[in-house]
């Protein structure tokens, strides 16, 4: 089943704008991750972000979560034609279970 | 360094005809393994997992099975093909839980199957 929500589910912006994608979910969870999936390619992990944490920067990239409103937030800054793909918020059971992965956001970035 | 790697990476096949992917390890002893089916919505599906030789959970019943007959090793089969069972497969694996308070994924390329 899935757990995760990704909002908007396509995205489209132009090279140097912001991108925000944001992720809702049920259930209490350990840890929320983002991966990244180029059109055809795996998935590639991205940024993790613990529950007892609020916010995380990884270079261009800052996560935040809430758990109070079960929700997370992916900001990519200064977006590049390069950074095009689909992003999957992910989420790690309080138990140590598996992961379960959101259906995505499409994220188009025009040069 | 750890490396993954799935075959084959596309494959067009029969309804009716027997399917088998395979997906290895290197650079790591005992990782937990994942498959998972990506459909045209781009969702993920977890169908099979493993935390040792020998040791699958099935998470959806379905036509396929999973074998890991090697410690690095799990391959993802099937009798009998359905046409609902096209898809993009990816393999992953993760650190075994005892040495990592969170599951972090690497995923091998994905295996295209089509079945016509």
């Known amino acids: 089943s899935q757990q995760g929500e990704e909002d908007p589910q396509a995205l489209s912006i132009q090279e140097g704008e912001n991108a925000t994608m944001n992720c809702s979910y049920k259930t209490s969870i350990n840890n929320l991750q983002w991966y990244r999936q180029n059109s055809g390619r795996g998935l590639v992990h991205l940024i993790l972000?613990?529950?007892?944490?609020r916010e995380k920067h990884s270079g261009r990239l800052r996560v935040t979560l809430d758990t109070s409103k079960k929700s997370s937030s992916l900001l990519i800054t200064a977006s590049r034609a390069a950074d095009t793909a689909s992003y999957f918020c992910?989420?790690?059971?309080?138990?140590?279970?598996?992961?379960?992965f959101g259906q995505g956001t499409e994220l188009s970035v025009k040069p | 360094s750890q490396t993954i790697h799935q075959w084959p990476a596309t494959l067009v096949q029969p309804v009716g005809s027997p399917l088998s992917l395979e997906c290895t390890v290197e650079?790591?002893?005992?990782?937990?393994l994942y498959w998972y089916r990506q459909a045209a919505g781009r969702g993920l599906q977890l169908l099979f997992y493993?935390?040792?030789?020998?040791?699958i959970s099935s998470e959806v019943p379905q036509n396929l099975s999973a074998s890991r007959p090697q410690d690095r090793q799990f391959i993802l089969s099937s009798k009998k093909l359905l046409l609902s069972d096209s898809g993009f497969y990816l393999c992953a694996w993760s650190v075994p839980r005892r040495f990592s308070g969170a599951n972090v994924l690497t995923f091998g390329a994905g295996s295209r199957l089509t079945v016509l």
């Open positions: 493993s935390v040792g030789i020998g040791q």
């Open positions: 650079g790591t002893s005992n990782p937990n």
């Open positions: 972000i613990r529950s007892n944490e």
């Open positions: 992910a989420t790690g059971p309080p138990y140590g279970g598996k992961l379960i």
